[in-house]
């Protein structure tokens, strides 16, 4: 558990959104940034407040899975633990693709609204700082449709733009699709 890399699952997000699990504050600020990019230990000494139990109790709950058990690809996460409840995974994965809904406009990411959350929250958020990095995560969680992920997409080029260039903000621009 402690040398495991862990990731948000979809119980995870549907969690972040409900809030209906006893957490601590502590726990509860990991599930909003943990991606896979850093061990259980490394968590540890980086969230203020959490202990190996908050990091047990996030397991135990399916909230988070071990990196290498998570399968991979576009599609969100999915653990091994119980399914989240009927409305907040209606919430999480619509009946009709919003791609198909909404068509898409010039200037704005062309991504399916799956692969653009994958993005925002995976890759994209690891690109800002580590206070901007926890706001952008809140603000994607959030974010309740494809439109507001695409202002999200947007937002976070200029962010990219203004701390690490033009270069890097352009590769962010083509990994979200805007033309």
């Given at each position: 558990?402690?040398d495991a890399?862990?990731?948000k699952?979809e119980?995870g997000?549907?969690?972040?959104?409900?809030r209906?699990l006893?957490?601590t504050?502590?726990?509860?600020n990991l599930?909003?940034?943990v991606?896979?990019g850093?061990?259980?230990?490394?968590?540890l000494?980086?969230?203020h407040?959490?202990?190996e139990?908050?990091?047990?109790?996030?397991?135990?709950?399916?909230?988070v899975?071990?990196?290498s058990?998570v399968?991979?690809g576009?599609?969100a996460?999915?653990?091994?633990?119980?399914?989240?409840?009927?409305v907040?995974?209606?919430?999480l994965?619509?009946?009709?693709?919003e791609?198909?809904?909404?068509?898409?406009r010039?200037g704005?990411?062309?991504l399916d609204?799956?692969?653009?959350y994958?993005?925002?929250?995976?890759?994209?958020?690891?690109?800002?700082?580590?206070?901007?990095?926890?706001?952008?995560?809140l603000?994607?969680?959030?974010a309740?449709?494809?439109?507001a992920?695409?202002?999200l997409g947007?937002?976070?080029?200029?962010?990219?733009?203004?701390a690490k260039?033009?270069?890097?903000?352009?590769?962010?621009r083509r990994?979200?699709?805007?033309q």
């Amino acid at each position: 558990m402690l040398d495991a890399h862990p990731i948000k699952t979809e119980a995870g997000r549907a969690e972040i959104k409900a809030r209906a699990l006893p957490l601590t504050r502590s726990a509860r600020n990991l599930l909003l940034v943990v991606d896979g990019g850093r061990t259980g230990r490394e968590w540890l000494t980086m969230v203020h407040g959490l202990t190996e139990e908050d990091l047990r109790v996030l397991y135990e709950h399916g909230l988070v899975a071990p990196k290498s058990s998570v399968p991979m690809g576009f599609g969100a996460p999915v653990a091994a633990a119980p399914a989240p409840a009927p409305v907040a995974a209606a919430a999480l994965a619509p009946a009709v693709p919003e791609a198909a809904a909404v068509p898409a406009r010039p200037g704005l990411p062309t991504l399916d609204r799956a692969a653009l959350y994958t993005y925002l929250s995976g890759d994209g958020v690891k690109l800002l700082g580590a206070l901007k990095r926890y706001a952008f995560a809140l603000e994607v969680e959030r974010a309740d449709s494809l439109e507001a992920l695409q202002q999200l997409g947007l937002e976070l080029v200029e962010k990219v733009s203004a701390a690490k260039g033009p270069q890097a903000a352009l590769e962010v621009r083509r990994a979200l699709g805007i033309q």
